[in-house]
């Protein structure tokens, strides 16, 4: 470890005075700050004793965050403090959090985003795989073990919705699906840019009975042990400690019991996953919008031009500032948006009206698209009221502005969530009545 430190800082471009102003505690104490006006009791404690457990762990393993550094073994410290997902309860599998939700999931972002980006967005996609187990176990014990086993952090997961040749085309799927005699069925067919495939001990996978045809996908959980199952690591130089996969199957079986949703339900199961999912890249870009500001703000408080501090001058202040009051206007509606979510969830036991679901969908959508596009803009700016300091790797900027460039695209691409919403407010208007 001491020599991946000496690595990562023989070419250090910031003083030691700065760079330690810019520790993981400072950061965290400068969000508090931010956010002790907007966050109930509960929702600030469970943010400190997250930040609490990372800031322990980052000092006694001597975590540098260089960009070689792997994370993938930290996995199970963090899902024996249970912060692998809070989106649900898990009584299932005997955990039973108190506190859970997309508001208590928000916090958990913020907490393991200026921890570290790259290791922040590998677990969301864990938590993909999560939701449609969650929600469709039915009590099968491979199932609730495969749960138990993404929630505790025995493994991470990975969901295989996207094809080389469909990209944001989720429907017309060319993976097929045929079922056997003894209701098990063969997978043939092929998917990409899966977040954690080839790190993953098991996946959630979709597939069509016939190909193009979304109506008859099914949804299914696979064993990566399984005969059949082939995954390459697609190289994202943007973030390069995250294992994103291309996979095969080449006449992989599916056993009954891990057939999550059968041919004419995949469809279904897909589009109900749609509001978490959105939520939670809303959740991480947020995350890491506020941990770039905080270097950004950190720094040009610390760094002297001119004879003077750099916030001063006006260019440099009224940008930041600028960028602060919109980020912390989304991060209010976003968290209003989860907390009455969350009250809607239990309100209707997790089983939401389809008028209700619908505008979720579209404000899911919403704060996709915003959030995304302002992580975009924030940390390219951070960077650069940093200077060439916001650039190199003495910090986590790079890590920030790099995440920042593909948010966009994760989840359904900038232009795929302008459509949706263009479709949402023809549905919406029809809802209306008018």
Known sequence: MENEKKTKFIHQAISDEILEKLSLKNRYSFLNTNLMTILDQKHMNFLRKAQKFCIRYEKKNNITHAPDEEFYHWIPDFGKEGLISRAHPYEEIDLNFPDNGLAIELMRCLALSFFDPQ??????????????????????????????????????????????????????????????????????????????????????????????????????????????????????????????????????????????????????????????????????????????IAHAAIYVNNRKQFDQMVLKFQGVGFLLTDLWARLSNVTQGLLRFCEKYDEKVEQFGGDLPKNLAQAMVAGASMYKYHTCALSKEICYEAANLMGGAGLCDNTLMHDLLNISRIQEIVGGSRQIQNYILSMALRQIYKMSGI
């Open 119 to 292: 290791f922040s967005m590998a677990g969301g996609a864990t938590i993909l795989a999560i939701n449609p187990i969650y929600y469709h176990h039915e009590n099968i014990p491979i199932r609730l073990e495969i749960l138990k086993k993404f929630v505790t952090g025995e493994t991470p997961g990975a969901i295989l919705i996207t094809e080389p040749e469909r990209g944001s085309d989720a429907i017309h799927m060319l993976t097929t699906c045929d079922e056997q005699e003894d209701g098990s069925f063969l997978l043939n067919g092929e998917k990409i840019f899966s977040t954690n495939g080839p790190k993953a001990g098991y996946v959630v996978a979709y597939a069509t009975a016939e190909k193009n045809n979304g109506n008859t996908m099914a949804q299914f959980l696979i064993d990566t042990s399984w005969e059949g199952w082939n995954c390459d690591r697609v190289m994202i130089p943007w973030v390069p400690k995250v294992w994103i996969g291309h996979e095969h199957f080449t006449n992989l079986r599916v056993p009954k019991d891990y057939i999550l949703g059968g041919v004419g339900k995949g469809r279904e199961h897909l589009f109900e996953g749609l509001v978490p999912e959105r939520i939670g890249i809303a959740l991480d870009a947020t995350s890491q919008s506020w941990n770039a």
